[in-house]
Each structure stands twice: as structure tokens, then as C-alpha cells.
């Protein structure tokens, strides 16, 4: 992994593979590794870039806020001190999603297309708001494990949880090896963030909405109704996978996202 010195603080990331770049930003709260099956099978015709962001995996933690924006800036910034001034494709999943759309707002002349997976553009209800509030007073006095044990069996299909208790493993020691100020900080800046479904019917760039089946996060229908307000988005429904299809259903996900690269790549 590469460390950048990004607005003051050390960001750690992958920067693997040759030709266009395409920027994967992690889910809350793991770190770039939900991303090595893609990275793996897509580094031979594009430059893969998968950061830590900010209090994830090996990159800084910061305390307080880490808002959508503030890791959108990062994202910016990191791809500044790696040299990429063309646009990128920004695929985000979830909490990678919300970076997006900050990410899309700020600065839409970096970005030559988006994968959205597994995301939503709507903000947080006060019930929602209220569980961030609860987990951030566990996790900073209790560490991860709550966090880890409330958010498995959010994150993994059932089918998943039941027939593949290595990748159970693999998510929950991702988990278990963040920071608590870190997983804390993108808590609030998750329940501070702002409604996106604004922006969906003003994105002007090709877009693939990707959702897993049984997804309990970002459910089908929200996927539909996220893919049906951007113009042209088309949407891909990833059988056997719940929230997290890029680990659960590695294969599909990675044939799901090339096919629309390859698209890309004979657009110019
Ligand atoms: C994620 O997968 O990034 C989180 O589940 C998003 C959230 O908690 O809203």
C-alpha cells in the first residue's frame, strides 16, 4: 500500500494496475480489503485505487466529525497527490455511496462515471440518528465488538452468515481491527450527513446502480427507486448477496462492474 500525506493527515491505499482509474471507497466500517476481488480481476486494464479513508485500516484517525464531504475533500486530495488529474470512475458502496454523492457535487469534472452500490441517497431518520448515537457510546467505551455484532448480521445474507463463516470471520476482524475514534468519527459524519435524492436526476454521467438481493440496508426497492432518478443509470441486481455483494458474490460483482467498464472504454 502506498501512504500520502493528505490535508494533514497519512492516508493508506492501493494503487494497483494500469490504465484508466477507478476509485473504490469502502463501506462503514471495514477498510480497502472489501475491494481485493475487484482489484485482483480488474488491475490488469485498469488502475485500481482503493484507500483506507480517513480512521479506517491504516490510515490516520481523526477525532470528532469525519463529515461526507471532509472524506469526499480526502478522496480529492488523494487522488491529487497520486498524479490522476483525469476523471475517475467512483465506485462507492454505502457509506462509499454518501462520499459519492458529496464527491459528485464538489467535483463532477472528476468523474467519468459512477458505481453505486448498495447505498442510499436518503438522510438518516431520527431513529436511525438515535442507533448512531447509542453505537457511538458503546463503541467508544466498549471498542468494536458491539459494532461488529449489531452491524454482521446487517452486512451478510443470511444464506452468507449460514454457508460461508470465513468471509463471517474476514468482516468481522476488519471490523475488529478499526479505532474507535475512527469508527466514532464516521458515525456522526453518517448522521450529519445530508439528503442526496436532490442530486440523483442532476448526475450527467453514465452510472451503474448495483444492489444485492437481500440486501437489509439498502433494499432493492431503494436501490430501484435510486437508479430510476438518475438519468440512464442501470441497475443490476446481485442474486445470493446481501449488503456486501463485492465480498459476498465476488464473481457476479466483478463481471457486473467490468461489463460496464468495458462499455466505458468503447464510449472513449
Ligand atoms: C455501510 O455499509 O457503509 C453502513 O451500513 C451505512 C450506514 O450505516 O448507513
Not at 455484532?149 to 470465513?166: D, G, N, V, Y
Request: charged content about 20%; some cysteine; aromatic content about 4%.
Amino acid at each position: 500500500m502506498k501512504n500520502l500525506l493528505v490535508h494533514g493527515a497519512n492516508l493508506a491505499t492501493v494503487d494497483q494496475g494500469r490504465g484508466r482509474p477507478v476509485l473504490l471507497v469502502h463501506a462503514f466500517p471495514l477498510d480497502h480489503s472489501m475491494w481485493d476481488a475487484q482489484v485482483a480481476a480488474l488491475a490488469p486494464r485498469w488502475r485500481m485505487i482503493a484507500p483506507d479513508l480517513r480512521g479506517f485500516g491504516q490510515s490516520q484517525v481523526s477525532e470528532g466529525t469525519v463529515t461526507m464531504e471532509q472524506f469526499a475533500d480526502d478522496l480529492a486530495g488523494l487522488l491529487d497527490e497520486l498524479g490522476i488529474d483525469e476523471p475517475v470512475v467512483f465506485c462507492g458502496l454505502s457509506m462509499g455511496g454518501y462520499i459519492g454523492w458529496q464527491f459528485y457535487r464538489k467535483y463532477a469534472s472528476r468523474v467519468r462515471a459512477m458505481i453505486l452500490c448498495d447505498t442510499r441517497a436518503v438522510d438518516d431518520t431520527p431513529e436511525v440518528r438515535a442507533g448512531r448515537k447509542d453505537m457511538i457510546d458503546r463503541v467508544l467505551h466498549e471498542g468494536p465488538e458491539p459494532v461488529a455484532q449489531a452491524m454482521i448480521p446487517k452486512l451478510l445474507a443470511a444464506s452468507t452468515i449460514a454457508s460461508h463463516p470465513e468471509l463471517v470471520a474476514g468482516v468481522r476482524r476488519v471490523i475488529l481491527s478499526n479505532a474507535p475514534q475512527g469508527i466514532a468519527a464516521a458515525l456522526r459524519g453518517m448522521r450529519d450527513r445530508p439528503d442526496a435524492t436532490d442530486l440523483l436526476s442532476q448526475i450527467r454521467c453514465p452510472c451503474l446502480v448495483l444492489v444485492g438481493k437481500f440486501d437489509a440496508i439498502s433494499t432493492l426497492e431503494e436501490m430501484r427507486s435510486i437508479a430510476a432518478k438518475i438519468p440512464g443509470a442501470k441497475l443490476v441486481t446481485i442474486a445470493g448477496a446481501g449488503h456486501l455483494t463485492p465480498v459476498e458474490q465476488p464473481t457476479h460483482t466483478t463481471a457486473a462492474m467490468e461489463a460496464f467498464l468495458a462499455g466505458l472504454a468503447e464510449t472513449g
